[in-house]
């Protein structure tokens, strides 16, 4: 029995010196945003430990609700799903922007992060990088698709394939001469829209091969040639084009849908000093640029231009002539209770035959 | 009677500690979470409307039904895939080799569901090995449409739940006396009426457990239906997934969860009265 007892108590000793032995920063984000080396040179200069959790906006936004903003110090959320998470569960804090480096950023950037993030007049997200969604293309066998709404012409019949979220809506909405985003004010009008997306998807969907689910399965169907018009993100479109030339990136017609990624800090976070250090950390240009330049997306950091690969920087020239760029759909932040709407509508197209 | 020392109730408090923090509390949690409904105006009351949004809609119900069907049909055919394999590796190979390829049968365990579900998307891609080898031999001139449709989500489910078979059937085979079918087979039974009468009956109690246990796999699966399953296959997990994850609903999500218990409760209790046998006898 005694014995028992001393066994338990050093047990549990031993496992809350494990935990607390060292300075650590508990990062929730994203595949491919914290990347090793940048990972080792921070543990290096700071002596802080970073332990990685990947995730996606929808399950950050569940973990967090579920711990209401406890179990990590820093998180990535895009910046349209801040703020109505905020406004309904508290998991965030605001961002003391005296402790963020914001000389060393894209000004316009934080500017709208801010606005877009803000509850009550705070704001809770400082932007890391950016990107779109658009269309990867095997350009040899399908030389002509290069709009959204080639995502249900019947001449790529068996060789369409996408995500079937809530950016496939907005894009449809797009493809189909119509701006999902203005009427994000009026709801009935939303919802009326949306029905017509579903109907255009439902008919289009026999010109669907399968609709892909993550990073790793939209680059295999292409790659495997099961596919050859998806939609997909541009980084992932541009690492595709080193593999392969005949795939590339499309920025479509109608416009590409543009997201920017955010550090929020969560309400509950424990070591507030080492979220803005590694903030303030991966903004710095020379580190911004070694991300852009491996995983290919842009930055809100304003010096990192210089460090930028020719190839990078082909990539973004290649993709985005003046006019695309101009015509790039930003998110707005999601009216609550949208999403709702838009599952119901996901689910009826994936049910449908 | 021996009498009770501390002991034996300090070794209670691991298992007591696990039944009510894993089991019991979070069901409880879940159970009431499922009552609650937010009205128009942000404010949780008490409902059942969460239950009855699940019979409002038509998709909930095909998806429910549907996964239900399949959880049973995938079932019997891993039944029907692994019999023989139990047999040959308990009553026809000798032991020495048996233990080895029961050895090479838990291999894709180690690997991981996800890793082997993207094997298969190798072998049955459009240009994949399969379809590249039947044309290579000219036994096809266009690739055969293998990879997401109802046949390769089958395929996943049957590939990882296998094993779950086959280890309780060979257990029971095992005990099997080889004199009862010897005998049998003297007087003059034939080879199906051995099956029918002796394998059978004998082994049902393991049939029936890794019965349970492949169904539960199967039903409660979301990577095989989700990743191999195609533009039309919704499995009734992502329901689940999506309540909670994409429009955080977590109350209907809660419902959902709780339908989902109830339907595989219920068809196992039934599978059990069908078969005449007792969970306590299966479950050992």
Known sequence: ?353 | MKTRNGTFYLLMVPVLLWLLMLLVIPHLDMFFRSFRFETDDGLMVFSLNNYLSFFEDKIYWLTFVKTAVYSIGVTFLAFVVTFPVAFYLTKVVAKKYSSFMVLLLLIPIWIGELVTIYGWMILLSDNGVINNFLIRIGLIDTPIVMLYNNFSMTIGLLYMSMLFMIIPMMSALESLDDSLIEAASDLGASKWTIFRQIIIPYTTPGIASGGIIVFMLIIGDYVAPNILGGKSSLWFTEQIYNKFLATFNWNEGAAFGFLLLMLSSTIIWIALKLTGQKLERVGS
């Open chain 1, 1 to 353: 029995m005694k014995k028992l007892v001393i066994i338990g108590a050093i047990a549990l000793s031993l496992i809350a010196n494990g935990a607390m032995a060292k300075d650590t920063l508990r990062l929730l984000t994203w595949k491919g945003y914290a990347p090793a080396k940048l990972v080792k040179a921070f543990e290096a200069k700071t002596g802080i430990d970073v332990k990685i959790t990947y995730s996606n906006n929808e399950e950050m936004i569940a973990k967090l609700r579920a711990t209401r903003g406890g179990g990590f110090d820093l998180a990535q959320p895009s910046q349209d799903r801040i703020s109505f998470v905020q406004a309904k569960f508290p998991v965030y804090q605001p961002i003391d922007f005296s402790r963020v480096n914001t000389d060393q950023l894209v000004k316009s950037m934080v500017d709208a992060v801010k606005k877009n993030s803000g509850v009550d007049g705070k704001a809770y997200a400082v932007p890391f990088c950016y990107g779109t969604t658009g269309m990867i293309v095997n350009t040899k066998l399908a030389p002509d698709a290069n709009d959204w709404s080639d995502l249900w012409n019947p001449k790529y019949a068996g060789k369409i394939s996408y995500r079937l979220k809530r950016p496939l809506l907005i894009a449809t909405a797009f493809g189909m001469g119509e701006d999902p985003f203005a009427l994000y004010g009026d709801k009935a009008a939303y919802r009326a829209l949306m029905k017509r997306v579903e109907k255009t998807l439902i008919d289009g969907k026999k010109y669907v091969k399968n609709y892909w689910t993550s990073g790793d399965t939209q680059v295999a169907i292409i790659k495997s040639g099961d596919a050859n018009v998806i939609s997909g993100w541009d980084g992932k479109g541009w690492s595709l084009h080193k593999i392969n030339p005949d795939i590339d990136f499309i920025a479509p017609k109608s416009g590409a849908l543009g997201w920017i990624d955010t550090f929020a800090i969560p309400a509950k976070s424990k070591n507030l000093d080492a979220a803005y250090k590694w903030i303030n950390f991966m903004l710095e240009p020379e580190n911004a640029a070694y991300f852009t330049n491996k995983e290919g997306y842009g930055t809100a950091s304003a010096g990192a231009l210089d460090f930028l690969n020719d190839e990078i920087k082909a990539n973004f020239k290649r993709s985005f002539p003046q006019e695309a760029l101009d015509n790039i759909k930003w998110h707005p932040p999601v009216p609550e209770g949208f999403e709702t709407i838009e599952a119901k509508v996901l689910d009826r197209i994936k049910a449908a035959e």
